[in-house]
């Protein structure tokens, strides 16, 4: 990997860097690797390494990713938890803000880096990132609200000895009716079965905590040591000391970790599987990943273990902003109810609403710069993209109710959310029934939504683009549970215009860079991606016709017998005898 960073604004009078263009030159490959000593298998690394190299920048940078596609399939990389204010073209889910990028074909990511904290990039093409195609980024800021003296990041992830396509046709097949998610055959920390730490005595530590998982979700903890949490998903929070917290798919915090004086013990990082998300448990799995953290790597005295896993009670609603944002009255309520079930393509899918997302014929955020006054109509988007058109600065409340059993993280891309309220069962619009945080509550942009339960979030709808709501269990995204957010199209158009590049790639694609969901004019969406749905469950026409006829026949059926039985029974058998 190249890193190229050169000075844009030359050096103020006080002697700091005001901005740099900080460049990498990615080569998108297949890499051989076996980091569970268990299994070699193809990965897709950067430069033919793997895993990628993490990705850091400061505050007011330029990041530039010139990516060329080595691979024998279509890729796309998204940024996640930016923003892209102003820059929606760069956000990289395949279908919703461009197409694919083809293989051996060069695409450029650049934007303004205007965030800081921890993130990080991953492929949103299919299951792609559970492959291996997903990496650290850091944002660094200049006036870190916290002192530290070092930083470390510790990624989290589960692994697949196979890959995601034989995963996903596994998972999404007529013969896996209950919709049984793969489950992994291994889990990292630092994407190695050998990851060790070694800590200075007498010194703060910021961990800096991502789950690069595709599904599960970690408990995380550090024998002989407390965590003060600073942040959440790139949102600073006040200090809130915690011995222990959870982490779903897609989600990370920082920590700040006091160490001792004395270097007499060694200590242990625990991160252990949620292992109630697995449908099947193997033998031979192990869910409580372990890293050793030494203070002194001449001696093996390890502190007793205080691992309690999936018993702890750790809560982010209770975490506090420092910027404070109260909630606000919404403007606008989007109710999503979501579940699992056999459509009509006989897989188990997830839906929004009773009906599963179906990636449309045009990327929708090229629909929504090519439609014209059109784009305000969420039908423009196609049928199954369970598009809704926000107005300019409208407060959002999105209502989540989960009748699943399982829990799922959700990611709202360009934005980050309040959590406004959490309850069991389903919210029934009583708002004196639910417990509501008023006063600054938690913000962030990947949510853990329990079973059998809802959620209530609120944003401002204040950039114009289009994005993409789904969980970030990726089994469940590519069946379907994800929504389009087409956010004030009409300020969108009259603001920006769509670089060419993001025409050409189509192009290069063979997919339609203009158009409606079905890559037509106006609203003829014949053709668009439609059809799957829930099972009807009821009697169709034909249905009805059908147990008609049953009917009929039966009751012609029980009248002969009535009749034949009240008739002279001897009078029939002579009357049979005779015919013989």
Known sequence: MRLISSLLAGVASLGAVQAAR?????????????????????????????????????????????????????????????FQNGSVWMDGPSMVTQCPIPPNYDFTYEFNITQTGTYWAHSHYMGQYMDGFRSPMILHNPNESYAYDEEVTVTLSEWY?????????????????????????SGFINDSANTTFHFKPGKVYRL????????????????GHDMDIIEVDGIDTER????????????????????KNATNLNYYMHADMDTGMFDTLPD????NLTAPIYYDESHNNFASSEDIGMDSDFDDISLVPLLKESAVAPDHQVNLTFNFDVTTDGFNRGMFNELPYLAPNVPTLNTMFSMGDLATNAAVYGPQTIATVFK?????????????????????????????????????GNTSDVQWVNENPVRRDTVMVPAESFTILRFRADNPGVWIFHCHIDWHLESGLAAIFIEAPDVAQQRMTLPQQFLDVCEASGIKATGNGAGKEGLDLSGAPSGITLIYDGFTAKGKGAMAGCILAALVGMGTIIWYAISDPEKKVREMMAKQ
Not at 26 to 51: C, F, H, S
Not at 240 to 259: D, E, G, H, W
Not at 393 to 415: R, W
Request: net charge negative; charged share 15%; hydrophobic share 40%.
């Open 22 to 82: 900080v460049v990498y030159d990615w080569n998108v490959t297949y890499v051989n690797a076996n980091p569970d000593n268990l299994k070699e298998r193809q990965v897709i690394g950067i430069n033919g390494k793997w895993p990628p190299p993490p990705i850091e920048v400061t505050l007011g940078d330029t990041l530039v990713v010139n990516l060329h596609n080595s691979l024998n399939e279509p890729t796309a990389l998204h940024f996640h938890g930016q």
């Open 161 to 185: 000895h196979d890959s995601s396509y034989t995963n996903l046709a596994t998972f999404l097949n007529i013969k896996n009716p209950t919709g049984a998610e793969p489950v992994p055959q």
């Open 208 to 223: 800096r905590l991502i789950n690069i998982s595709g599904f599960s979700t970690f408990f995380f903890s550090i024998d």
């Open 240 to 259: 809130k000391t915690v011995k222990s917290l959870y982490l779903t798919a897609a989600q990370r915090f920082s920590v700040l970790v006091s160490t």
């Open 284 to 287: 031979d799995l192990q869910t």
């Open 392 to 428: 300019h600065l409208d407060m959002i409340e999105l209502v989540l109710n989960n009748l699943d059993s399982g829990d799922h993280p959700f990611h709202l891309h360009g934005h980050v959310f309040q959590i406004v309220a959490r309850g069991d069962g389903v919210y029934s």
